[in-house]
């Protein structure tokens, strides 16, 4: 527990640096995002060792880092989505005695999560370019983060009924219902926070729209842990990677991230946080 308290906290520095830094050079958040997908799609093709594939490893990460560049210009985006779909298929074709379509499959459905999910946040950034943008930068890793969190604390003090004992034998409801409230209502703290120091009155925090995306935002962040635990179980791997003692692979830990960004950025639209 303790290396997984500390690797939590220098993450979480490291990602508030980042940030920071953002808020000066913009190009920094957009190049650690385009990095960290990377990372997580040479994970999630290593689950089936695909990352020994040079024709699945080269297209899946060409395709992160120019969506990452390029996404605002629409006709780019059409042809770097093409081109991606192309190449895997190139590669099947002139490989197919050691590429099946369920690797073509699985390629492509790890790399487009994992890109879209990630560049989320990078929309949501650019959208507003000034404190707003990293008050939802920060809101969509803090709701499913502080989800995880609650759920493994509830989980380990509290939890006596397993919730998906097949696909993730540690998760327990009363861990679900526990991240589902901290995911909830600890991030409204950042509410507060930026209103007082960084909003100088200039824009307002709607704090029922940001308790609604919180919750909704916990609820899929569970579906996106077990979602990804459960590619896990069927590649018969513990973890995506080592890399951060504790928790696994940069996977392991934006996992949950994954699957809440998009929904805080769609649902934003409709009910914003910040007016």
Known sequence: MKTRILSAGIGIALALGIIILGAYFPIIIDISLAAIGVMCIVEGLSAKKLDKKITMLIPCTVFCVLFFLFYQYKLACMAIVFAYIVALYLAMVFNHEHLVFHDLSFALTITTMCTLGLWS?????????SN????????????????????????????????????????????????????????????????????????????????????????????????????????????????????????????????????????DMVLPIVK
């Open 121 to 129: 946040l990078v929309y949501m950034y650019d959208r507003y370019r």
């Open 132 to 267: 707003v943008g990293l008050f939802y930068v920060i809101a969509a890793l803090a709701i499913p983060w502080f989800a995880d969190g609650g759920a493994y604390f509830g989980g380990s003090f509290l939890g006596k009924h397993k919730l998906c004992p097949k696909i993730s034998p540690k998760k327990t409801v009363e861990g679900a219902v526990a991240g589902v409230i901290a995911g909830t209502f600890i991030p409204l703290i950042e509410g507060v926070i930026f209103t007082q120091f960084f909003f100088h009155g200039e824009v307002s925090v709607n704090y029922i729209s940001f308790a609604v995306i919180g919750l909704l935002g916990s609820v899929i962040s569970i579906l996106g842990d077990l979602s990804f635990s459960l590619i896990k179980r069927s590649c018969g791997i513990k973890d995506y990677g080592s890399l951060i003692p504790g928790h696994g692979g940069m996977l392991d830990r934006f996992d949950s991230v994954i699957f809440t960004a998009p929904l805080i950025m769609i649902i």
